[in-house]
């Protein structure tokens, strides 16, 4: 009766893999969330930028600008920031990877996730390339869509 409560071997098993789903089911729900939320904000940004561009975007077209000419132009110009968030974000991650694996307890780390896992940086860094690259279709379409004369009357 003093020994308290005894747990089997199996029961401790089942419980550390309940707290790594539920650590797994977290953050795929937050990085979901946070891919969302990036999604939106892109999104927002190149429409609003197409809009300021309508004029040029329909002088364009007025002279001669097909829409796969636009369409490509617009692409073009979203993909610079992209790209370079892109580097900026996977050299602050290797930098934060390095920082991490030089820590006292690297050991412990290391035994739960691979830090410098190149497969996990590169599915995420072609994620968020087509992402970005889906974000900045709609407002290309659109800009392909628009009419020379009502984009020139436009002030």
Do not use: H
Not at 50 to 63: D, S
């Amino acid at each position: 009766p003093n020994m308290g409560q005894i747990r089997t071997m199996r029961a401790l098993a089942r419980m550390e893999t309940y707290f790594l789903q539920i650590g797994f089911w977290t953050t795929l729900i937050l990085g979901g969330l946070a891919l969302s939320l990036t999604l939106s904000g892109l999104f927002s940004v190149l429409s609003y930028l197409v809009e300021q561009r309508t004029k040029e975007i329909g002088v364009r077209m007025a002279l001669g600008a097909t829409s796969r000419n636009v369409t490509r132009l617009v692409i073009a110009q979203t993909s610079r920031p992209v790209i370079v968030g892109l580097v900026s974000g996977a050299s602050f991650v290797l930098a934060l990877a390095t920082v991490l694996l030089s820590m006292p307890t690297a050991g412990v780390i290391g035994d739960v996730v691979q830090v410098l896992d190149p497969i996990a940086y590169v599915s995420s860094l072609l994620l968020i390339v087509v992402a970005c690259l889906l974000a900045a279709s709609i407002p290309a379409s659109r800009a392909a869509k628009v009419d020379p004369m009502r984009s020139l009357r436009q002030e």
